[in-house]
């Protein structure tokens, strides 16, 4: 499995496993920070080249609901990407019922401005004209 660095984003404040993450591998099998690496926020959507003193070191373990494997982790993960079977769960953060709820509060407004983008899509046609009334 590719690496996936672990940052705070800076749109949310929380700390999850990217939505989108695109960079390139060094020979070592490792991120390479030499060259730019694009991150986008699964909580709020925010877009952001990140560095390698953004990531959060992973000092704590979580266990998958579903197939009981330990992947390690930051303890101020709010989400939390299985390394086995890539089920996205509640991270160990999250038992603090304060970031449980910004969790929540996030995601539901994130899903509101995804929904209103796809509307906004549905409402031109494939050359962006938009469609007869």
């Given at each position: 499995?590719?690496?996936?660095?672990?940052?705070?984003?800076?749109?949310?404040e929380l700390v999850g496993p990217a939505e989108?993450?695109?960079?390139?591998?060094?020979?070592?099998?490792?991120?390479?920070?030499?060259?730019?690496?694009?991150?986008?926020?699964?909580?709020?959507?925010?877009?952001?080249?990140?560095?390698?003193?953004?990531?959060?070191?992973?000092?704590?373990?979580?266990?998958?609901?579903?197939?009981?494997?330990?992947?390690?982790?930051?303890?101020?993960?709010?989400?939390?990407?299985?390394?086995?079977?890539?089920?996205?769960?509640?991270?160990?953060?999250?038992?603090?019922?304060?970031?449980?709820?910004?969790?929540?509060?996030?995601?539901?407004?994130?899903?509101?401005e995804l929904r209103v983008q796809q509307a906004?899509?549905?409402?031109?046609?494939?050359?962006?004209?938009?469609?007869?009334?």
């Amino acid at each position: 499995m590719r690496p996936r660095p672990y940052v705070r984003c800076p749109g949310c404040e929380l700390v999850g496993p990217a939505e989108d993450l695109e960079y390139e591998l060094s020979d070592q099998g490792t991120v390479d920070w030499r060259s730019p690496v694009h991150w986008q926020c699964a909580e709020c959507g925010y877009v952001d080249t990140i560095s390698a003193d953004q990531v959060l070191a992973d000092d704590t373990e979580h266990t998958c609901v579903d197939c009981g494997t330990l992947t390690p982790c930051p303890a101020a993960a709010a989400r939390v990407e299985c390394v086995r079977c890539g089920l996205i769960g509640l991270g160990p953060a999250t038992a603090d019922p304060e970031i449980a709820g910004q969790l929540r509060a996030i995601e539901a407004l994130h899903a509101i401005e995804l929904r209103v983008q796809q509307a906004l899509r549905e409402q031109h046609g494939p050359a962006g004209e938009p469609h007869p009334a």
